[in-house]
Structures are given as structure tokens and as C-alpha cells.
């Protein structure tokens, strides 16, 4: 069974720092790696999605990497805001990119 | 980009209550849509996966008799929440995708309090 892991579980930076968040998967017989941004009581929001056969995606001021073999993602946020405080979520597909795991999702606040 | 409606967003109702909940895609075939579930500070959790026509598969521990899974068209899957509880107070998600490699698409979810 699939399990997907977030460290930290939350993080208080200040604004302006780089940060990185990482995520860990169990199995890495993975199809694609999704990073979602999740608002309080509000739905997800996709960030970046890596194909296996990929190693990073960069949209902006993020930048995600995969490394299937070990079983590990990192999202990195460039020159963070309060903006980005949020709940970010990685999951992983598996069966054939039809089943999405959840990780355990890291709580980011970034202070002025 | 493809989108997903979810409707209603926020639902409160008294126990006992069953409980509709609608996820439609706006310009795509939804071959397959899923139904998640996150309780407060959690992650989601799958509850289910339906393919347009076909009987929804469960997770291990979702009873499917409690949590009632339509999907009859391209576009529409349905979750009922029958004879609600206020353990069944949650966040639900759903998703879907078409045929193709893509991502699933998701709804922005539905509150459901239960009194």
C-alpha cells in the first residue's frame, strides 16, 4: 500500500525566505507527482505536476523535483510571501494514473 | 483548463438527514470521478472511484450502503450521504478525469455539518 509523508508538518518562516518542502513516497512504482496549494476550508488548487520520466517542473517562484528511486519530491519556494501560506499537499499516482495518494500535507505561514 | 463544478459548497442539516452532494465537469467527458473525504488538519482520503455506467469501487473501510455513489453520465456523479451522523461531518472532494493521460480535475469541495 502506497503511503505518502510530508516533513515538516508546519513551518513559520519570514517573508522572503527560500524554504523547501519535502515528501516521500513508499512506492515508487509511480505514474505522476502532484503539488497541491490548499487554502483553509477551500478546495486544491494544482501547483505542478511531474511525470515520472521527469526530473523537476518550475512554474514561477516554484520549482519541484523527483527523484522515483528513492521515493522523494521536493517543492522549493523562491523569495516567499504571506501569499504563499497555505496547506501544500503532494500526492502520487499510481494504477496506471488513475489512483492519487495524499501525503500528509505541510502547513506553511509566511510572516511579514 | 478543465473544470470541475461541485455544488453545494456548504450544507448544515439536522442527523438522520441524507445528504446529496453533486460533482459535474463543464467541458470534458468524465470517464472516471472520485470521491474524497479530509476530516479537519488531515490529508484526503479516497473513498471511492466510479467509472461512467459502472458500479462505484470502494475503499477498505468506506461502507457503501452509508455513502451512495451515482454516476450515469459524462458529466455528473453524485454522493449521497444517507441517514447523516455527526461523525460523517467532513470536507468532501471530488475529482475527474477523462480517458486521456491527464491529471483529475477537481471540485472545490463541499462542507457538510451535521447537527
Known amino acids: 500500500k502506497q503511503e505518502v509523508t510530508q516533513i515538516p508538518a508546519a513551518l513559520s518562516v519570514p517573508e522572503g525566505e527560500n524554504l523547501v518542502l519535502n515528501c516521500s513516497f513508499t512506492?515508487?512504482?509511480?505514474?505522476?507527482l502532484q503539488w497541491f496549494r490548499q487554502d483553509p476550508g477551500k478546495g486544491l488548487t494544482s501547483l505542478l505536476l511531474?511525470?515520472?520520466?521527469?526530473r523537476e517542473q518550475t512554474s514561477g517562484r516554484l520549482n519541484a523535483s523527483l527523484d522515483k528511486s528513492s521515493g522523494r519530491s521536493t517543492l522549493y519556494i523562491a523569495a516567499s510571501q504571506p501569499g504563499d501560506s497555505a496547506t501544500y499537499l503532494c500526492?502520487?499516482?499510481?494504477?496506471?494514473?488513475?489512483?492519487?495518494?495524499f501525503g500528509t500535507g505541510t502547513q506553511l505561514k509566511v510572516e511579514l | 483548463g478543465a473544470v470541475v463544478s461541485q455544488h453545494p459548497s456548504w450544507v448544515i442539516c439536522k442527523s438522520g438527514t441524507s445528504v446529496k452532494i453533486e460533482c459535474r465537469s463543464l467541458?470534458?467527458?468524465?470517464?472516471?470521478m472520485f470521491w474524497y473525504r479530509q476530516f479537519p488538519k488531515q490529508s484526503l482520503m479516497l473513498m471511492a472511484t466510479?467509472?461512467?455506467?459502472?458500479?462505484?469501487?470502494?475503499e477498505q473501510g468506506v461502507e457503501k450502503d452509508k455513502f451512495l455513489i451515482n454516476h450515469a453520465s459524462l458529466t455528473l456523479s453524485t454522493l449521497t450521504v444517507t441517514s447523516a451522523h455527526p461523525e460523517d461531518s467532513s470536507f468532501y472532494i471530488c475529482?475527474?478525469?477523462?480517458?486521456?493521460?491527464?491529471?483529475?480535475?477537481f471540485g472545490d469541495g463541499t462542507r457538510l455539518s451535521i447537527l
Open positions: 475529482s475527474a478525469k477523462d480517458r486521456s493521460n491527464q491529471p483529475q480535475h
Open positions: 512506492d515508487s512504482a509511480i505514474y505522476n
Open positions: 511531474i511525470q515520472s520520466s521527469q
Open positions: 500526492a502520487v499516482y499510481t494504477g496506471g494514473g488513475n489512483k492519487l495518494t
Open positions: 467541458d470534458f467527458q468524465a470517464t472516471t
Open positions: 466510479s467509472n461512467e455506467g459502472s458500479k462505484a469501487t470502494y
